[in-house]
């Protein structure tokens, strides 16, 4: 991979990355499609995982860290090894499966977190109970949500994937040497 892709895959991390920073619906967030195009755009896995989590934690830095952290660190892992599925088979179902299979993991996950770590309220009474019950009314209450997840993800992965189409079309030099399917 030439130093140009990579700034350019970079560059388009740090610019969703950066997004965080703008005043946007409550979860309609670019986090998902950054680990999910890491993973799918960098053949070396350590760049998968690395540029992505970069651009995360110095966004956190600015929007502020909480306790649920490592769960949203961990689904965005996940979600990173879910990209290296789409190495070489980036095409539009491909793409949108594992966008979907991506916000439904990162649901589960950072959803389990809260739960977990169940929060107080403001009267400071427990969120959830730790039992089976709570943890089911911790993913229903969380529904609601999971709508502009669902479209932040759809529209942040359609920007970065389309953006990096688009500079393959426009400079094919750009464009990564697939290798032969068996």
Request: aromatic share 16%; proline share 5%; charged share 15%.
């Amino acid at each position: 991979m030439s130093k140009t892709r990579y700034f350019i895959i970079s560059g388009l991390i740090v610019a969703a990355a950066l997004s965080r920073l703008v005043k946007h619906p409550d979860n309609f967030a670019p986090i998902m499609a950054i680990a999910l195009f890491g993973g799918a755009c960098f053949p070396n896995k350590i760049w998968g995982f690395l540029a992505p989590l970069t651009a995360m934690v110095l966004s956190d830095f600015f929007i502020g860290f909480h306790k649920e952290v490592p769960c949203v660190y961990g689904a965005f892992a996940l979600v990173v090894c879910l990209g290296f599925l789409l190495q070489n088979r980036r095409t539009f179902w491909n793409i949108a499966g594992a966008t979907l299979a991506g916000s439904v993991l990162f649901f589960l996950i950072t959803n389990f977190g809260v739960w977990l770590l169940r929060p107080e309220n403001q009267y400071g009474k427990l969120e959830y109970e730790f039992s089976w019950a709570g943890l089911m009314e911790c993913y229903y209450r969380a529904i609601p949500f999971f709508r502009n997840s669902l479209l932040g993800d759809a529209v942040y992965v359609t920007v970065l994937f389309g953006s990096l189409a688009l500079i393959e079309h426009l400079a094919p030099a750009e464009k990564p040497v697939s290798e032969p399917s068996v």
